[in-house]
Each structure stands twice: as structure tokens, then as C-alpha cells.
């Protein structure tokens, strides 16, 4: 399919173009550092697992691991509850859910890994197909973690609460607890999948712009349609939904 | 080698519990997404069309 988009510099970004704000980027900073220690603190050996006091003491101390995992816990699920709110009203959730027009790039790109080598890469929204199942994954897993994350804090003792061990029977309380477990263990994978994807070398501008909150304006050229209509860095434009069009000189 | 999916006990009263996931199936999570970095690293190095000085990688 030919390029009918203008050269870089002619009535289309030719500057850096605004892919994350900066809430965006420290909800998913606050999101990856909360994910890795609570599987740092889910999965590293216990005692009651192994039947042994394992002690992880540092200079005499014992480190105890379910504090923190709760409380991260109930820091990520903020993060997650702040991220749908905005996402849901103050962006587009349409951005990210998979739709038909996904499903024929889809098609598109298989076509040109079979058939049609030489043809330009197939160009997609803000986010691809294949970004977007990886985020309809991650959001199944994680508020399946989270769910039963805030379930399992009726079982314990706290400041603010006492423990209710009743709330659930022994079978419904079994079922939480291999809904969590294997939703952790395919946060695994998920985690694999992306830190991979993130440092392959020609996904680095989506990781820099996780970082810094911009793309280039060739790297936008390059990649994405019209479907996604970005704000350009420094202009007054708000929320990266209005065309960033500069007119033609 | 017989894998357990669930960890289950018996309460007092004799009953069998589910008490979580096993931690067995940790290792095939772990073995899925090296396996699908491999096979992609794969595919972008031989079989997957090459970008142009022009295209996008």
C-alpha cells in the first residue's frame, strides 16, 4: 500500500510527538516496580512452604514477607483503579481494545510475511494488534490477582481490621487461592514476554517514550496511521486527541 | 514425573480441602515464554521480512 502521508517537515509532525503523559508513565513505572516485588515476595521460599524456618534475615533481622506483600498490593490496585479511571474518561478506551480494523492488519501482515516481502511495513494505530491482546492479557491476569488479592485480606490481622476467616467457605477459599496462584504463575510469563519485546531493538522508541513521552515524528511517520492523532511536544493542544497537523509551507 | 496442579489437605473432619495452586506448574509458565522469545527471535532473524533504510524495523 503506497504512502500517501507527506514527507517529514510537510503538513505532518516533524518534531517529537507526545506517545505518553506523564501520568501514564508513572502509573506504569508505579505498576512494573509494585508487580516485581510482589512476586519477589510471593514466590521467594517461605517457611510454612517448606516446612523450615527460612530465615532471610539481614544483620539478625527477619525480614516477614506478607506486610509487604499486602500493602504493595493495595499500592498497585490504586494504581490500577487510578489508570482505568482515567483511561475511561479522560482518553479513549477504544485506543486499546481490539476491533475489525485489527483484525485486517492482522491479515495484512501475515499476507506480507508470506506473500509480499517488499511491500512497507503494515502501519497501525497508537497501539497494535498485537500490543492490544498483551494488554487484554494483563489486565484479565492482574485484576484476577487483585480480586482475589483483596479477598485473602479478610484473613489477616491488621491495624485497621480484624481477620474474618468465615467470610468464605474452606472450598471458596481453596478456589481464591489457585485463582491467585496461577494468575501469578502466568504474570511470569506475561513479564518474560514484555521485558523482551521492550528491549528488542526495533521496539526501543516505544520503550524510550515510556521513559521520556516521546517519539520522534519519522518514528511516528514510519509506524503509525491516522488512526492514532497525536499531540505534538510543546504545543497547546491538550490530551493528544487533536490532530497535530502543521500547516504546509 | 506426576505433576500436582492443586495442593489439597484434610480438615479435622476429615474432609479433603483445596488449599491453592502447586507451585509444579511454575517451571512450564516459565519454559512457555522463553520458548516464545526464542521462536520469535527466530522468526525476526530468518524467516521475517527485512526492513528497508526507508521502513520501519
Not at chain 1, 474518561?89 to 475489525?100: E, F, M
Not at chain 1, 517514550?209 to 519519522?218: E, Q
Request: charged share 15%; with cysteine; aromatic share 12%.
Amino acid at each position: 500500500m503506497a504512502d500517501s502521508r507527506p514527507p517529514a517537515g510537510q503538513d505532518g509532525p516533524a518534531g517529537r510527538v507526545i506517545r505518553h503523559f506523564l501520568a501514564d508513565r508513572l502509573f506504569h513505572w508505579i505498576m512494573a516496580i509494585s508487580v516485581l516485588i510482589l512476586i519477589a515476595t510471593g514466590f521467594l521460599p517461605k517457611p510454612e512452604i517448606y516446612g523450615y524456618q527460612f530465615n532471610w534475615g539481614l544483620l539478625g533481622y527477619e525480614l516477614n514477607w506478607v506486610p509487604i506483600h499486602w500493602v504493595i498490593g493495595l499500592l498497585l490496585t490504586a494504581a490500577v483503579v487510578f489508570h482505568i479511571v482515567r483511561a475511561s474518561i479522560w482518553q479513549s478506551l477504544a485506543a486499546i481494545l481490539p476491533g475489525p480494523r485489527d483484525a485486517a492488519d492482522a491479515w495484512r501482515i501475515a499476507c506480507r510475511a508470506i506473500a509480499d516481502r517488499e511491500s512497507p511495513p503494515v502501519r497501525q494505530g497508537k497501539y497494535s494488534l498485537a500490543q492490544k491482546l498483551y494488554h487484554l492479557a494483563i489486565t484479565v491476569i492482574v485484576l484476577t490477582l487483585i480480586v482475589t488479592g483483596l479477598l485473602m485480606l479478610a484473613k489477616i490481622d491488621t491495624s485497621y481490621w480484624q481477620r474474618n476467616p468465615y467470610f468464605l467457605s474452606s472450598y471458596g477459599w481453596g478456589i481464591v487461592y489457585v485463582l491467585h496462584g496461577y494468575a501469578a504463575m502466568a504474570l511470569i510469563t506475561l513479564l518474560i514476554l514484555h521485558v523482551y519485546f521492550a528491549l528488542r531493538p526495533e521496539k526501543l522508541f516505544f520503550t524510550r517514550s515510556m521513559i521520556v513521552g516521546w517519539i520522534t515524528g519519522d518514528e511516528y511517520r514510519k509506524t503509525f496511521d491516522d488512526r492514532w492523532q497525536p499531540e505534538q511536544k510543546g504545543s497547546a493542544t491538550a490530551n493528544g486527541s487533536e490532530p497535530a497537523r502543521r500547516p504546509a509551507e | 514425573m506426576e505433576m500436582e496442579w492443586v495442593r489439597v489437605t484434610r480438615s479435622v473432619y476429615g474432609q479433603t480441602e483445596l488449599s491453592g495452586a502447586s507451585w509444579d506448574p511454575l517451571l512450564l509458565f516459565v519454559l512457555a515464554g522463553i520458548a516464545i522469545v526464542v521462536l520469535h527471535a527466530l522468526y525476526k532473524m530468518t524467516l521475517a521480512p527485512r526492513a528497508k533504510a526507508s521502513d520501519s524495523s
